[in-house]
């Protein structure tokens, strides 16, 4: 999991020895702490809001958004401090047919304006009729309610069908 601060420092985290950054002026590597990332993959910062938007590690239906100015200095990782669940397909009654539904990559896309793409990558093992490849489209807005609160306004999603001979060689 990497991590910029739009300035010169770039965190990377591993699942066994914690999160290191790399300061690009310098050319030096430290250590951070012995925590990991609390998104997937890599995290769009929003200046609107001054946080890191991703999809939350403990979850993959979780869009989180998380300040990490601090990360630098803290021995624990960053609390998210916006939690919108949902982001995935809807969920079958079938427990068979939710088993067979495989998420291989999940990211989010900065749009610009407070506006974000949540990409999620699918694939489903159909025996009857061989393997099926998706996307799914969510299209978002971070707004801030009353009381200067950030909430997650959900606009449109879209399914977007991979031809029959596509298969992931790499997750996202």
């Known amino acids: ?37 609390p998104f997937r993959g890599r995290a769009e910062h929003v200046p609107e809001h001054g946080l890191w938007f991703g999809i939350s590690d403990m979850d993959g239906t979780i869009l989180g958004a998380w300040n990490l100015s601090s990360a630098f200095q803290q021995p624990q990782p960053p609390v998210a401090s916006l939690q919108v669940k949902g982001f995935s ?8 047919r939710r088993r067979e539904l495989e998420v291989y990559a999940s990211q ?15 694939s489903v ?21 009353r009381g200067g609160k950030l909430r997650v306004v959900k606009h449109k999603s879209r399914r977007y069908n991979f031809g029959q001979d596509y298969t992931p060689d790499y997750p996202l």
Do not use: P, Q
């Not at 739009?6 to 250590?31: C, E, P, Q, V």
């Not at 397909?89 to 068979?96: G, K, L, Q």
């Not at 061989?130 to 969510?138: D, K, P, Y």
């Open 1 to 37: 999991m990497t991590y910029g601060d739009g300035g010169t420092h770039i965190l990377i985290s591993t699942t066994t020895n914690g999160t290191y950054s790399f300061d690009t002026a310098s050319s030096a590597w430290s250590k951070a702490g012995d925590w990991e990332l």
């Open 89 to 96: 397909v809807e969920s079958h009654s079938d427990d068979r």
């Open 108 to 122: 989010v896309v900065h749009l610009g304006g407070g506006k974000l793409c949540v990409a999620k990558m699918f």
């Open 125 to 145: 093992d159909r025996r009857e009729r061989g393997e099926i490849n998706f996307a799914m489209l969510t299209g978002v807005e971070v707004v801030r309610g």
